[in-house]
């Protein structure tokens, strides 16, 4: 089965997002055009906003478990308006794994995410971070 989700996060910075990945222990598959996901859309879901099945498991990069390769991937997808990116994994039967690492609706990279851009910031403003 399928179940594509958008992770509602806006990314504009891959830096950060490689970070984050680092951090929560993931690993971030720079140019791998292909995210791991069921492989076919049987319409039992909603098609996310602006994809078609065509769209579907197509990415710039990919983010995964490292050593695990029965868990999908999240899609690292660039946004129509060339405004940065948006994240797309199948959620079904937890992603075999992936959720067990981003959490729920992507929760911990969305959050990690916001955390290592802010950790960014405050450096570019000449502030000491400590975690």
Request: hydrophobic residues 35%; charged residues 25%.
């Amino acid at each position: 089965m399928s179940h594509i989700s958008t992770i509602e996060i806006e990314v504009k910075d891959i830096g950060c997002l490689k970070a984050a990945c680092e951090q929560l222990g993931l690993e971030f598959r720079e140019n791998q055009q292909a995210y791991k996901w069921f492989g076919r859309f049987v319409g039992d879901s909603p098609m996310p906003e602006g994809l078609t099945k065509e769209d579907l498991g197509k990415c710039l990069h990919a983010i995964g478990i490292k050593g695990n390769k029965q868990a999908y991937e999240v899609g690292v997808v660039a946004r129509k308006d060339g405004k940065g990116f948006h994240l797309h994994y199948d959620y079904w039967a937890g992603g075999y794994g992936l959720e067990d690492v981003i959490g729920k609706k992507a929760g911990k990279l969305t959050q990690e995410y916001a955390a290592q851009v802010a950790i960014k910031q405050a450096r570019k403003m000449g502030y000491s971070v400590q975690r």
